[in-house]
C-alpha cells in the first residue's frame, strides 16, 4: 500500500519525529511504499522517500501539503498531529491542516486517518473545536488509550463513530552494555529522567525531593541523572530551565545528582536510558509517554503519576507504580520502596519486557495500523458508491 506519511521527522530531536521513525520502518518492512512529509529540518540529504517542504509559518502551508500528496498519489494519508506542529503564528490550533482535510474529504480520492498525540480529559475550546471538526473530515482517527477514546465525546459533545485505540509502540532491544560506566556511573543505582524541560514534567519537584531520597535511602551507590533541555522555541522550557539550574545550584546533595545536557539523537537517547534502573515520571498532566514505552522496551520499571495515559500505561503492564498527583509522600515512598528492592525491580523488568513483547512491539502495532488502512479504503469505496448510485438506497 502506498502512504503518504505526515509528520516531523528526524534529525528533528522529537518525540513525534521518533514515533515516525519507528513506525514507518516497521510499516515499509511488512512492505508498504510510505513516503513522508515532513518539515523543512527533517531528512538527511538525499534521503530517499522524503519531502522535507512543511513551514508552517507559510502561508501556502497547506497548498504545499497538498500538492505534495497529490504528487504522490497515495492509496492512503496519514496524519500524525501535535498541537506544536503545525501552527503557524501564534497558536491556531493547527487550524491550517483544516483547509487540505476540506480538500481531500470532498475529493474522496483516498481515505485520511490522523493519530491525536495530545488528547487530554480536558480539552481546552481550540482543541475541542479541532478535534471535532477534524473527525467530521478525516475517515479515521487514532488514539493510544482508552481513557482518550472515552474523553473524546465528553469534550466534543457527540459519540465519533471512527475513532480508533492503537497503543504508543516501541521497539524491542536489550540496553546498551556498559552504558553505565562510559557515562561515568559504574555501580550506581540510577534513578533517571529524561526529555524535554517542560513545567508539567516535574523536574523541579524531584530536585526538592531528591535530599529526603538521599537521607531516607541510607545508600552512597544512589543517583539521580536529569537528561535533557529546554525545547528550541517553546516558552514553557524557557521558563523551566533556569529554575532548574538554580535549584541544582542550590541543592544540598548536589553531588548526588548528575545533569547531561543536550537534545539526543537516537543513539544517545538509548545509551542514556540504558543506564537507568529506574525512570521517573512526576508529570502533572500528559496525554501519553514515548519515554515510558522505551523504558518498559529495555524493562526499566517506572515510577508515574496517576495521570491520564501514564496510569493507563503503567496499570496495562504492571510494570511499575503510580501515585497520586502532586504528593510528594507517596511518590518518595514508591521510589524508596523500589530502589530498596532489587527482586521486586526484576519482576517489573520482566513484565515491561513482556508488555512490549505481547502488546505494543511495533509488528503489533503496524498491523494494527494495516487493518484500519484497509478498512478506511472500503468505508470510504462504499461511500463512493452510495453518492454515485442513488438507486442503492432503494434497495
Known amino acids: 500500500m502506498k502512504i503518504a506519511w505526515v509528520s516531523s521527522w528526524p534529525p528533528r530531536h522529537c518525540g513525534i519525529a521518533t514515533y515516525s521513525e519507528e513506525l514507518v520502518s516497521t510499516l515499509r518492512g511488512l512492505g508498504n511504499d510510505v513516503k513522508v512529509i515532513c518539515h523543512t529540518d527533517g531528512g538527511e540529504k538525499g534521503e530517499k522517500d522524503v519531502y522535507p517542504v512543511l513551514d508552517p509559518s507559510d502561508s501556502n502551508f497547506d497548498e504545499t501539503l497538498y500538492q505534495v500528496v497529490k504528487k504522490i498519489h497515495p492509496e492512503v494519508v496519514h496524519i500524525q498531529h501535535e498541537y506544536g506542529l503545525y501552527v503557524r503564528g501564534n497558536n491556531d490550533y493547527s487550524s491550517g491542516l483544516l483547509r487540505s482535510l476540506f480538500r481531500w474529504h470532498t475529493e474522496a480520492e483516498f481515505p485520511v486517518v490522523i493519530t491525536y498525540h495530545s488528547v487530554y480529559t480536558a480539552l481546552d475550546r481550540g482543541q475541542r473545536y479541532f478535534m471535532d471538526i477534524s473527525l467530521n473530515l478525516v475517515n479515521a482517527g487514532i488514539v493510544h488509550q482508552e481513557n482518550q477514546w472515552a474523553s473524546i465525546p465528553l469534550n466534543i459533545g457527540r459519540v465519533p463513530h471512527n475513532v480508533y485505540v492503537i497503543p504508543h509502540g516501541a521497539k524491542e532491544f536489550a540496553p546498551i552494555s556498559g552504558a553505565k560506566e562510559k557515562l561515568g556511573f559504574k555501580d550506581k543505582v540510577v534513578v533517571g529522567m529524561i526529555g524535554w524541560w517542560e513545567p508539567n514534567k516535574g523536574?523541579?519537584?524531584?530536585?526538592?525531593?531528591?535530599?529526603?531520597?538521599?537521607?531516607?535511602?541510607?545508600?552512597?551507590?544512589?543517583?539521580?541523572?536529569?537528561?535533557?533541555?529546554?525545547?528550541?522555541?517553546?516558552?514553557?522550557?524557557?521558563?523551566?530551565?533556569?529554575?532548574?539550574?538554580?535549584?541544582?545550584?542550590?541543592?544540598?546533595?548536589?553531588?548526588?545528582?548528575?545533569?547531561?545536557?543536550?537534545?539526543?539523537?537516537?543513539?544517545?537517547?538509548?545509551?542514556?536510558?540504558?543506564?537507568?534502573?529506574?525512570?521517573?515520571?512526576?508529570?502533572?498532566?500528559?496525554?501519553?509517554?514515548?519515554?515510558?514505552?522505551?523504558?518498559?522496551?529495555?524493562?526499566?520499571?517506572?515510577?508515574?503519576?496517576?495521570?491520564?495515559?501514564?496510569?493507563?500505561?503503567?496499570?496495562?503492564?504492571?510494570?511499575?507504580?503510580?501515585?497520586?498527583?502532586?504528593?510528594?509522600?507517596?511518590?518518595?515512598?514508591?521510589?524508596?520502596?523500589?530502589?530498596?528492592?532489587?527482586?521486586?525491580?526484576?519482576?517489573?523488568?520482566?513484565?515491561?519486557?513482556?508488555?512490549?513483547?505481547?502488546?505494543?512491539?511495533?509488528?503489533?502495532?503496524?498491523?494494527?495500523?494495516?487493518?484500519?488502512?484497509?478498512?478506511?479504503?472500503?468505508?470510504?469505496?462504499?461511500?463512493?458508491?452510495?453518492?454515485?448510485?442513488?438507486?442503492?438506497?432503494?434497495?
Open 203 to 395: 523536574i523541579e519537584r524531584m530536585i526538592k525531593l531528591w535530599p529526603e531520597i538521599i537521607n531516607e535511602a541510607e545508600r552512597e551507590d544512589l543517583v539521580l541523572v536529569v537528561a535533557g533541555d529546554a525545547r528550541p522555541g517553546s516558552p514553557g522550557g524557557q521558563i523551566t530551565k533556569p529554575k532548574i539550574l538554580d535549584l541544582l545550584k542550590k541543592s544540598p546533595v548536589r553531588k548526588k545528582i548528575n545533569v547531561i545536557m543536550g537534545s539526543f539523537n537516537p543513539q544517545r537517547y538509548d545509551e542514556i536510558l540504558s543506564s537507568f534502573d529506574l525512570m521517573v515520571l512526576p508529570y502533572s498532566f500528559a496525554s501519553q509517554s514515548g519515554n515510558l514505552a522505551h523504558a518498559f522496551a529495555m524493562g526499566i520499571p517506572a515510577v508515574v503519576t496517576a495521570v491520564e495515559g501514564l496510569k493507563s500505561q503503567v496499570e496495562e503492564s504492571k510494570a511499575g507504580i503510580a501515585v497520586p498527583p502532586e504528593d510528594d509522600l507517596e511518590l518518595k515512598r514508591a521510589i524508596l520502596t523500589l530502589i530498596g528492592n532489587e527482586e521486586l525491580r526484576r519482576r517489573y523488568k520482566e513484565r515491561a519486557k513482556n508488555y512490549v513483547t505481547d502488546e505494543i512491539r511495533w509488528s503489533i502495532i503496524a498491523n494494527k495500523h494495516q487493518r484500519i488502512y484497509q478498512f478506511a479504503r472500503e468505508e470510504m469505496t462504499k461511500g463512493i458508491r452510495l453518492r454515485l448510485d442513488p438507486r442503492v438506497y432503494l434497495e
